[in-house]
């Protein structure tokens, strides 16, 4: 069992280029969550959805975008990079349960350039 | 707006005790989390406490007043492994987590 997956694990992008990070998991969770951390600053959800079919925008959704056609994957997509958008992206999981537990993937390290 | 409060950094020695507070404001309240996460890696969970007192769980306990917007991580019997960041986070009306920035725990042996 895996949990959840990224990919990649890193990466350096021009500025400009468009970019897809993706995830994948295998619990059956419902929620799934897109995050950046930046050094000093706490985790900042850029966009989750409740449910496949369903998304919505976070704290800083601007520059990004987010798809959930099924229930186990939930690709982040940078349309046009830019240099604050450096940072490391985590992908998440929950399933709704009464603690509504986040479960987080190992996270994507994006240097834009 | 919302705001979750915590000490930037801590030390404390091998086989000690320390407490990381941590104090919130936000809209709505729907439970209190707790996460240790290691340099580079992802954030796993510790706790979660939705009810006021004292939750403990091995080494580790973590306490919610609601009516303060307070909460406190205790770490027992430190070990150098302890020493990662822990992060607060609140889930509020609309069941968004609301995250601190972190607490960096130092143990010195």
């Known amino acids: 069992i895996a949990g959840i997956t990224q990919a990649p694990t890193s990466q350096i992008l021009a500025a400009g280029r468009r970019m897809t990070l993706r995830c994948t998991q295998d619990?059956?969770?419902?929620?799934m969550y897109w995050y950046r951390q930046d050094l000093g600053l706490g985790l900042r959800l850029i966009h989750y959805?409740?449910?496949?079919?369903?998304?919505g925008k976070g704290e800083v959704p601007d520059g990004y975008s987010v798809s959930r056609a099924n229930t186990d994957d939930f690709p982040l997509t940078l349309a046009s990079a830019v240099p604050s958008q450096t940072s490391v992206y985590f992908c998440?999981?929950?399933?709704?349960?009464?603690?509504?537990?986040?479960?987080f993937g190992p996270g994507t390290r994006l240097t834009v350039l | 707006g919302q705001n979750i409060d915590q000490p930037t950094e801590m030390t404390a020695t091998e086989g000690a005790i320390v407490q990381i507070n941590c104090t919130y404001q936000?809209?709505?309240?729907?439970?209190l989390f707790w996460y240790q996460q290691h340099a580079g890696e992802a954030p796993t969970f510790l706790s979660y406490?939705?009810l006021d007192g004292l939750e403990e769980k091995g080494r580790f306990s973590s306490f919610l007043s609601r009516s303060k917007g307070y909460s406190y991580l205790l770490l027992k019997e430190l070990q150098m492994k302890d020493s990662a960041s822990y992060l607060c986070?609140?889930?509020?009306?609309?069941?968004?987590?609301?995250w601190g920035a972190g607490t960096k725990l130092i143990i010195k042996p």
């Open positions: 998440a999981s929950s399933g709704g349960g009464p603690d509504n537990e986040q479960f």
């Open positions: 619990m059956r969770h419902n929620a």
């Open positions: 959805s409740n449910t496949a079919g369903t998304t």
């Open positions: 936000t809209s709505g309240f729907n439970g």
């Open positions: 406490n939705v």
């Open positions: 986070a609140v889930l509020d009306s609309n069941y968004q987590l609301i």
